[in-house]
């Protein structure tokens, strides 16, 4: 099972680099995602099927803000197969490191994570954006620094620039102000801070409704 986790990645970098059209990328992706997660439990389902409709709302928010834009839009700025992707990365990072759920504070991380969304949805500026963002995540890893933590924080960090850099480079969303690279740097801490809330807020949710008599998580060494 990890073995296929760990190919998806630079499978889907493969399909949005070079399989045309927005429709047949998508295509692919759900045939590869088929292939390597295997069979969803209910619960998995229903948190794919959640963070798509949510991270659908941010990107569609963000978008009118101006900070990226798609080559190829289909419905709310954004192509088809963007409307799949982040149940992908959250379920793909959460098999993949898996681990216990954390306990403490819960209302911090949320009020975090509700300044986190509403910066990326009203702020237009990069600069501001990154500075923003960065002092929140910062906040966030000091107050909470377990290993996992970390762990979540910093693969997404790597996932998020494997997918930018390939999005960008092959031509498939870019960024205003011809940033070094193509790819801002608040990309950090957009993806750093989604791990680190992913962690302390999304894995107790699925960790207790598992628990509560629906199938386990289907995370295998």
């Known amino acids: 099972m990890r073995t296929r986790l760990l190919l998806q990645v630079p499978a ?102 509700l300044a986190y969304s509403a910066a990326f949805a009203t702020i237009h500026d990069g600069n501001t954006l990154l500075m923003v963002t960065g002092v929140l995540l910062l906040v966030g890893l000091v107050l909470f620094h377990e290993p996992l933590d970390l762990a979540y924080a910093g693969y997404m960090v790597l996932l998020g620039a494997l997918i930018e850099y390939t999005g960008v480079h092959s031509g498939q969303w870019g960024y205003p102000g011809n940033p070094p690279g193509g790819v801002p740097l608040w990309f950090i801490t957009m993806w750093g801070g989604i791990g680190l809330f992913m962690r302390r807020l999304i894995v107790p949710i699925l960790a207790r409704n598992e628990k509560a008599g629906k199938l386990p998580a289907q995370v295998k060494a």
């Open 12 to 113: 889907v970098m493969l399909i949005l680099a070079f399989v045309p059209t927005n429709l047949g990328k998508l295509a692919a992706l759900l045939v590869l995602w088929a292939l390597t997660f295997g069979r969803l439990s209910k619960v998995e389902t229903i948190f794919y099927v959640c963070v798509c409709v949510f991270f659908t709302a941010m990107n569609a928010a963000s978008l009118k803000q101006g900070i990226f834009k798609f080559a190829q839009p289909d419905l709310l700025l954004q192509p088809v197969w963007e409307l799949f992707m982040w149940g992908f990365y959250l379920l793909h990072t959460r098999r993949l490191l898996n681990g216990p759920a954390p306990g403490g504070r819960r209302a911090v991380v949320w009020a975090l994570a």
